[in-house]
């Protein structure tokens, strides 16, 4: 007399369990990804209303996950505009994007009056 083996019996409560942690797992990467959409757009909606700084500002790890990698800039002084990729910044991931931006910002101030090259790349 032989008796069923153990795959046999629970083999396919066993899958059942091991796909459902997976399915959980990428559902909440797709819904981190949309919330860090969404607060990088808020923020950048914030910005363009009020004309100025808008606290609290996303990370720069919140926006290259959710899909938006370049930073807008423009000297208030001159008008001048320049557009950075976030990921060839030189920073923790971890740090606001409002909270470094006036630093890129001194690099544009008087750049058309001056007849130097500026002082940082893109």
């Not at 459902?20 to 363009?48: F, G, H, I, N, Y």
């Not at 909270?99 to 940082?120: D, F, I, M, N, Q």
């Amino acid at each position: 007399m032989s008796t069923k083996s153990r795959e046999v019996l629970f083999g396919s409560r066993v899958l059942l369990r091991e796909m459902k942690p997976e399915a959980a797992r990428e559902k909440a990467v797709e819904a981190l990804q949309e919330a860090d959409r969404t607060e990088c757009l808020a923020w950048s909606l914030r910005m363009e209303g009020f004309g100025g700084p808008a606290q609290p500002s996303p990370t720069i790890a919140q926006c290259l996950n959710g899909g938006l990698g370049w930073l807008e800039i423009k000297c208030h002084r001159c008008g001048t505009q320049a557009s950075i990729p976030l990921d060839a910044i030189r920073r923790p991931r971890d740090t606001l994007c409002g909270s470094w931006r006036h630093h890129l910002g001194a690099g544009l101030v008087g750049r058309r009056a001056t007849s130097r090259a500026p002082t940082w790349s893109s």
